[in-house]
């Protein structure tokens, strides 16, 4: 009889075992997705820094006499792909300094 509950207790704590194996199995399986998620969407957001630091450097390349124009309401186009987009002065200046408020943070976000 003793060899029964000896046998029975041997059986729950081999059960609780794979019972364990199977939960850490199962984490670490969607704790590699997770990483496998995040290394793609930190390879996707490493290739628009590449294109908004492109974008930064021919804005800043441009002739010097586009951008000292005075504000009289003149629009200045910005050359995106195939198409082009118009901006005046003010807002051409907006958009420089968003693009880089979030290539900072995009900096920050990958160290």
């Known amino acids: 009889m003793d060899a029964d509950l000896q046998h029975a207790a041997e059986n729950i704590v081999l059960k609780n075992i794979q019972n364990a194996m199977a939960s850490i199995r199962e984490r670490v399986t969607k704790a590699a997705e997770t990483i496998r998620s995040l290394k793609e969407s930190k390879a996707q957001l490493e290739s628009r820094v590449v294109e908004l630091e492109e974008l930064v450097r021919r804005l800043e390349e441009r002739p010097v006499a586009t951008s000292e124009r005075k504000s009289d309401g003149s629009q200045n186009t910005i050359e995106l792909g195939d198409r082009l987009l118009y901006f005046s002065p003010d807002e051409r200046e907006a958009l420089e ?6 290539l900072e943070r995009v900096q920050a976000h990958l160290r």
């Not at 300094?97 to 979030?102: G, S, T, V």
Request: aromatic share 0%; net charge neutral.
């Open 97 to 102: 300094r968003q693009i880089n408020e979030l």
